[in-house]
């Protein structure tokens, strides 16, 4: 059964960083692309950035793409987002979904985890 699940999320001060975790299993990701998304409280879900089965990177955020870091390793089956420099306004669920290439309609992507909620207060 193919699945991702999305962790590392929670609640962190304005300013402060942290790393999701995107796991697979029931397929490996080796040869997948595999973007970040994120739906705020009442907005538009939107793709932050995707990478590639050969690690280019396309970012699709025009929210401070310098504050977002996506990695990869295939040997663990794991793709990582960075998030530095938390804002308020990055409060939303963080999605990570495959496609076979990077694109910048959702609508392309096969499969997607439930989510991991971070939330960004003092």
């Known amino acids: 059964q193919v699945q991702l699940v999305e962790s590392g999320g929670g609640l962190v001060q304005p300013g402060g960083s942290l790393t999701l975790s995107c796991a697979a299993s029931?397929?490996?990701?080796?040869?997948?692309?595999i973007g970040w998304f994120r739906q705020a409280p009442k907005k538009e879900r939107e793709e932050i950035v995707c990478i590639n089965w050969n690690d280019r990177v396309t970012y699709y955020t025009d929210s401070g793409k310098e504050r977002f870091t996506i990695s990869r390793d295939d040997t663990k089956n794991m793709v990582y987002l960075q998030i530095i420099g938390l804002k308020p306004e990055d409060t939303a669920v963080y999605y990570c979904a495959t496609n076979s290439y990077c694109s910048s309609y959702e609508g392309d992507f096969r499969s997607w985890g439930q989510g991991t909620q971070v939330t960004v207060s003092s």
């Open positions: 029931g397929f490996s990701l080796d040869g997948w692309a």
